[in-house]
C-alpha cells in the first residue's frame, strides 16, 4: 500500500509538474517516464526516469498542517512512506527504495519463537 | 472511480467509490463545485468504498471541507479504511476532519479486565 502510493505520487508529480510545459502536438511528444523495479530478499527499489523539468526536492517545505493544505503533499507522502533520492538532468531520477519484512521469513520467525 | 450525490432535506450525501486520484478527480470536481455553490448545511461524505486516494484526492477533499465550512456548514467524514484511511491519518486530517469512528486512536490505557 505504502509502494502504491508513494510511487503513485512520484508517478503524477512528473506528469502534472515535470512535463506540464509540453505542447501537446502529437501523443509522441506529451512526455515518457521510463519505470525500472528491482527486487531481492527484503528490499525493493523503484527508479522513474524523465525528460521534463527537474526541481530541488529540499526547497520544497513541508506542509502546513495547520492550515489544512490543499496541495504541495506530494512529495511528503513520497517521502513518508519510502526512502527517496532525487537527481535533476537528462533524464531526471527519482529513486524510490523501502525494505520489508517478507511474508514468509516472518511467519518462521513466529513459528520458530512458539 | 464512481460518485453519487444525493440531496436530502438537510443534508446533502456525497458517496465515493473505487480510486480517487489525479486522472479521477477531474470527473469530481464540477459536481464538488455545484455542491459548494448549493450552500448545503451538512455534508455527509460516505468513503466506505474508497479503495485509493492519492495527494490530488486528498485536495479536493478538503477543498470541499474548507469552503463548506467556510459558508458555515458542516463536513462529516465516514467510513474511512485500509489505504484512504492511513494517508489521512499520515496528513493529519484525521485530527480535523474525521467522525469519532476513524480518528487515530488515543493513547493506551490500562485496560479494565473483565471478570466472570
Redesign the interface.
Known amino acids: 500500500m505504502q509502494v502504491v502510493s508513494a510511487v503513485g505520487e512520484a508517478f503524477n508529480n512528473i506528469v502534472l509538474h515535470g512535463y506540464a510545459n509540453r505542447r501537446v502536438q502529437a501523443r509522441e511528444q506529451i512526455g515518457s517516464v521510463d519505470l525500472r523495479i528491482q527486487t531481492r530478499r527484503g528490499h525493493i527499489r523503484i527508479e522513474l526516469r524523465d525528460w521534463g523539468s527537474g526541481f530541488d526536492p529540499t526547497t520544497v517545505p513541508p506542509p502546513a498542517f495547520d492550515t489544512l493544505p490543499e496541495s504541495g503533499l506530494g512529495l511528503f507522502i513520497m517521502q513518508s512512506f519510502m526512502e527517496m533520492a532525487y537527481r535533476p538532468g537528462r533524464p531526471n531520477l527519482l529513486t524510490l527504495s523501502k525494505r520489508y519484512v517478507e511474508r514468509s521469513s516472518a511467519v518462521r520467525k513466529s513459528e520458530g519463537a512458539t | 472511480m464512481r460518485f453519487e450525490i444525493k440531496a436530502a432535506t438537510g443534508v446533502t450525501h456525497l458517496a465515493i467509490e473505487g480510486e480517487l486520484?489525479?486522472v479521477s478527480v477531474s470527473e469530481l470536481r464540477p459536481d464538488l463545485e455545484k455542491l459548494v455553490k448549493g450552500r448545503p448545511t451538512v455534508v455527509e461524505v460516505d468513503l466506505s468504498s474508497l479503495r485509493?486516494v492519492?495527494?490530488?484526492g486528498?485536495?479536493?477533499l478538503?477543498?470541499l471541507?474548507?469552503r463548506v465550512r467556510a459558508q458555515g456548514g458542516s463536513v462529516v467524514i465516514k467510513g474511512l479504511r485500509?489505504?484512504p484511511l492511513?494517508?489521512f491519518r499520515?496528513?493529519?486530517?484525521d485530527r480535523?476532519?474525521l467522525g469519532a469512528d476513524t480518528r487515530s486512536p488515543p493513547p493506551a490505557h490500562k485496560q479494565s479486565k473483565s471478570r466472570h
Open positions: 486520484d489525479a485509493m492519492d495527494s490530488s486528498i485536495g479536493a478538503v477543498s471541507y474548507k485500509d489505504q492511513a494517508i499520515l496528513l493529519r486530517l480535523v476532519m
